[in-house]
């Protein structure tokens, strides 16, 4: 990973602090799209949050795979209702606004919401017309707080997040 790259910083920040130890073989994989279950999993690790030790309670689609429990527990914690009919679609890639609502609904169970005001609404973005109506108190949030900023005057709400995404996502947290 060249350190001039935009995304040095959070990779090194989520590294650092053993929330992914990568792909393998010593590689992060930046441009990599991120699946729903590894986003899970990543962020229950970011904020410390375990996974529960049964997974009786669970999506019908959670397999018995490295995330399954990670998926009981954000169920019962509320951080996700899946995406219907009992159903998480763990190895689905991750859309950025799936990623964030995602982000918001854990950061209000733990009561750890940042605060702040950048000044900017979702009307200062193009494609706000894109997020969807799920998503969109998230987002709002998010970008109210400077914790999601666009890129170019747009958000890309249904584009895939890619690693590098989540990483420099986790840094603006946790340095906020």
């Known amino acids: 990973m060249a350190t001039g790259a935009w995304y040095y910083k959070g990779v090194s920040f989520i590294s650092a602090r053993g929330i992914t130890d990568g792909t393998g073989d010593g590689n992060y994989s930046p441009d990599a799209k991120l699946t729903r279950g590894e986003f899970i999993v990543l962020l229950m690790r970011a904020y410390g949050i375990e996974p529960d030790l049964s997974a009786k309670d669970n999506f019908t689609d959670a397999g018995n795979t490295w ?9 019962r914690l509320g951080i996700t209702n899946g995406v219907g009919d009992n159903m998480f679609a763990p190895e689905q890639s991750i859309t950025r606004q799936e990623m964030f609502t995602l982000l918001y609904n854990a950061l209000n169970v733990l009561g750890r919401l940042p605060g702040g005001v950048s000044g900017k609404t979702l009307a200062d973005f193009s494609d706000a017309s894109e997020i969807s109506p799920w998503a969109k108190d998230a987002m709002a949030f998010l970008i109210e707080t400077g914790i999601v900023t666009g890129s170019e005057g747009k958000l890309n709400p249904v584009d895939t997040t890619t690693r590098a995404q989540m990483g420099t996502v986790f840094l603006n947290l946790f340095t906020k």
């Open 67 to 75: 995330y399954t429990n990670y998926l009981a527990a954000a169920k």
